[in-house]
């Protein structure tokens, strides 16, 4: 399977799956659909599918125009995101699979940026959304520290470590400077610091990550480090060092950060 970066809005990324068996493609996340409509013109393929990671509208916001050009779309999110994603046709609940052209994915949920926050699985290849982003995870709009913490070490972070990682925002070097600022002589952080401003300097994006990298240059799966529990129990002396409680005041730091 194909897959095409496509920047969107400031900051956000939409991404084009193609079957190369069919030429059928499926995107992930339209914010917007006139970038996302170039791309399929330009790379002459199909679109059968769009796979939405949750309902906020910068990942969301393409799905109407598309629909009006392409009315065979499928669109894909969690079935509690129910009128909340626009035109959605397909309702996934445990257990369901996912497919356009010649290939087949499975989801996870994972609750916490949103209730309905999902990750898609295609292979060795997994889109985010904004639930983990490289080296961060997205703010608790509708759930909890410990749903967070779970979607991102008990889910995202079961899958195997040479995992592609597709997110939702280039957030990476803000992300990188707030992981030395707790971790500071975790040198996998700043020699990944270094790489990205090169990269991003180039014009390049930052996306995909790999599961172990976030393994090791992402705070949030990382609670168990001595170096951040120290930073942690400095700005919140009162924390009991569990994991979930270090995410809490790992994720409090951050909104400020
Ligand atoms: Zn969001």
Request: hydrophobic content about 30%; some cysteine.
């Amino acid at each position: 399977m194909e897959i095409i970066t496509i920047p969107c809005l400031q900051d956000n990324f939409a991404y084009l799956l193609i079957c190369p068996k069919t030429g059928d493609a499926a995107v992930v996340d339209p914010s917007e659909a006139i970038p996302v409509k170039k791309e399929i013109k330009h790379r002459n393929v199909k679109l059968t599918t769009i796979l939405n990671t949750h309902h906020h509208w910068d990942h969301v916001g393409g799905n109407k125009e598309l629909k009006a050009d392409y009315p065979e779309l499928k669109i894909y999110g969690h079935a509690s995101d129910r009128g909340r994603i626009p035109e959605q046709t397909e309702f996934l609940e445990d257990g369901d699979d996912i497919r356009f052209g010649g290939q087949s994915g499975s989801f996870l949920h994972n609750p916490g940026h949103t209730s309905g926050a999902i990750t898609y699985v295609f292979g060795k290849s997994a889109f985010t959304g904004d639930t983990l982003f490289a080296a961060g995870c997205g703010r608790l709009f509708e759930g909890t520290p410990a749903q967070m913490h779970d979607s991102l070490n008990q889910r995202i972070g079961q899958l195997p470590d040479q995992t592609e990682l597709y997110f939702g925002h280039e957030y990476t070097e803000t992300n990188l400077r707030f992981a030395l600022s707790v971790e500071s002589g975790n040198t996998e952080i700043s020699n990944k610091l270094a790489d990205v401003k090169a990269l991003r300097a180039s014009g390049a994006f930052s996306t995909p990550t790999t599961i172990v990298e976030e393994k090791q240059t992402n705070p949030f799966m990382r609670c168990t480090s001595s170096e951040i529990q120290a930073s942690v129990k400095s700005s919140d002396p009162g924390n009991d060092l569990s994991e979930k409680e270090v995410f809490r005041t790992l994720r409090e730091l951050k909104d400020v950060f």
